[in-house]
């Protein structure tokens, strides 16, 4: 079984501009959540989708912005780039999300750089 | 504020040795604490625990839970180099969000 996959794997841009990510899930699972890893934050979370809607969202500016397709796929977007949104974005699937009580899976991450 | 704090930040120990790993939580409706493993990519995921008192063990690791001290402790023994990675606690909360500690940076030396 394939695991989480995410595109792209490294990033450059410039501030003011905007990033999509893309994170395909595992097979059969409905949930993507997604991160932020920073050295100084750590990993927090941003938000989950579940079958196409957004579940929860974590303290994260409306620059943050996500979605998910019929397939399970989703994407996250990151409008007006900042310094400090450089950081490695990971993806984790599971089969009910976070309310239920299985495992979630990640995928490799993103690493995004702005400049 | 919700948050997990985990401890020590950083630790070095020699091959063979037995190291616990500590993380305690001040969350409203807690719902389950994880345990993660990250080496140089994504977190791999180690335990879920969610009752008080009840070991959780793979291989030559273990955790268990204290909800009412509210903390938890990962315990390898006879370490290995391939141990060496940062090890990850997450607390999810009923309104389905997860906090996350910034992790203990474990280095085995062999």
């Known amino acids: 079984k394939a695991g989480v996959t995410q595109t792209p794997r490294y990033l450059i841009k410039t501030r003011g501009q905007q990033v999509t990510l893309s994170c395909s899930p595992i097979?059969?699972?409905?949930?993507v959540s997604w991160y932020q890893q920073t050295p100084g934050q750590g990993l927090q979370f941003l938000f989950e989708?579940?079958?196409?809607?957004?579940?929860n969202k974590g303290n994260f500016p409306g620059r943050f912005s996500g979605r998910q397709f019929s397939n399970s796929r989703s994407e996250m977007n990151v409008s007006t780039l900042e310094l400090g949104d450089s950081a490695l974005y990971l993806c984790?699937?599971?089969?009910?999300?976070?309310?239920?009580?299985?495992?979630?899976?990640f995928g490799p991450g993103t690493r995004l750089l702005v400049l | 504020e919700d948050k997990v704090v985990q401890s020590p930040l950083s630790l070095v120990v020699h091959e063979g040795d037995t190291v616990t790993l500590n993380c305690s939580y001040e969350?409203?409706?807690?719902?389950?604490l994880l345990w993660y493993k990250q080496e140089k990519k994504a977190p791999t995921f180690l335990f879920m625990l969610?009752?008080?008192?009840i070991e959780k063990k793979s291989g030559r690791l273990s955790s268990i839970l204290d909800k009412k001290e509210l903390f938890s402790i990962l315990n390898i023994t006879a370490t290995q180099t391939g141990d060496s990675a940062v090890y990850l606690c997450?607390?999810?909360?009923?309104?389905?969000?997860?906090?996350f500690g910034k992790g203990t940076r474990l280095h085995i030396l062999p």
């Open positions: 997450a607390v999810r909360v009923r309104d389905d969000k997860i906090i």
């Open positions: 989708y579940f079958s196409e809607t957004q579940r």
């Open positions: 097979s059969g699972h409905r949930s």
């Open positions: 969610t009752s008080s008192g």
């Open positions: 969350v409203t409706n807690f719902r389950s």
């Open positions: 984790a699937s599971s089969l009910a999300g976070l309310a239920g009580l299985e495992t979630q899976y």
